[in-house]
DNA sequence: AGCTAGTTTATAATTATTCTAAAGTGAGGT
DNA sequence: ACCTCACTTTAGAATAATTATAAACTAGCT
């Protein structure tokens, strides 16, 4: 099956109409080696780099946001004014340098926790994140 | 001594003078039984309701900034577009629900990291923070 | 092929933050 | 107490990130 077809199908099993715009979007975001790490911004970036037509940048927030909705994208956590997501929907860590903005994923068995808080009434866990900050030594 | 000369001489002893804006925000940040986490917004708010003479907000995001840069806040890491600050300044961890917004501190015992990872090299761990996000149950 | 609800688009609107440059003020010296 | 001046504050403009609007488009039916 053709990767454009493998990514449709995807998208309507996630109750996502298969758009032209949402499958060139998912082709740069889950047809990668390594996890990625975006902005809006750079994902509109990369899009554009690779010679494809322009799509709205408002058709990239809510496909993002789409995509989130339905599992597929991670929302970061930083200190940041803009919105960082990450491919890499496991639950895992990450390393966030604070001068140059950069996240890196921490591998999954390089931390562990021994105790956690119970969650307050009524509220239960959605997902648990360290974030450690980095300074220039 | 009195509260605003207790204030003032925190902010002088930190390199900041103590001009009447900054000793306002000061005590409704600092002089509270309970660590506050707040937004600029919040904050203007908090300000504004205790009858106090208006200050601009430019002045409390530069005064915010300017605490923040003397180690008097910290900035709390979200998946929102806005900053969190918190008078908590020593290290510990958060609850944070989505659908409120709202942020809780975690007791620092009730969390245990048994294993992190080594930094980066040319870099050092500036903070480590562990968000707990929580929903509905 | 035609219909329709869901989607995309350009643009406007909104929200959060930073910049600017003019007016105000704390603190040291007189 | 008065001067001076570097540091602050201020209103408003500028910028940046995101969301809303409403007209045009299109995937997936029949």
């Known amino acids: 099956m053709s990767i454009k077809k493998n990514i449709a199908n ?5 109750g996502l109409r298969p758009t032209n715009q949402r499958i060139l979007i998912a082709k740069n975001l889950f047809e990668r080696d390594n996890t990625f790490h975006f902005t ?5 970036r990369e899009i554009n780099k690779n010679g ?4 709205s940048l408002a058709t990239i927030y809510n496909t993002v946001e789409a995509f989130k909705k339905a599992g597929h994208l991670k929302k970061i956590l930083t200190s940041n004014t803009k919105s960082y997501y990450d ?3 496991r639950s895992h ?13 921490i591998d999954y068995q390089k931390v ?4 956690i808080p119970n969650p307050p009434k009524g509220k239960k866990i959605k ?6 900050s980095l300074q220039k030594l």
Chains 1, 2 share one sequence.
Request: no cysteine; glycine share 0%.
């Open 10 to 14: 995807k998208l309507r099993t996630s």
């Open 112 to 115: 562990k926790l021994s105790k």
């Open 127 to 132: 997902n648990l994140e360290v974030v450690i």
């Open 87 to 89: 491919t890499n929907i």
């Open 52 to 55: 494809n037509k322009k799509i």
């Open 40 to 44: 809006v911004e750079t994902l509109n």
């Open 93 to 105: 860590h990450h390393f966030y340098d604070d001068e140059t903005k950069e996240l890196t994923d």
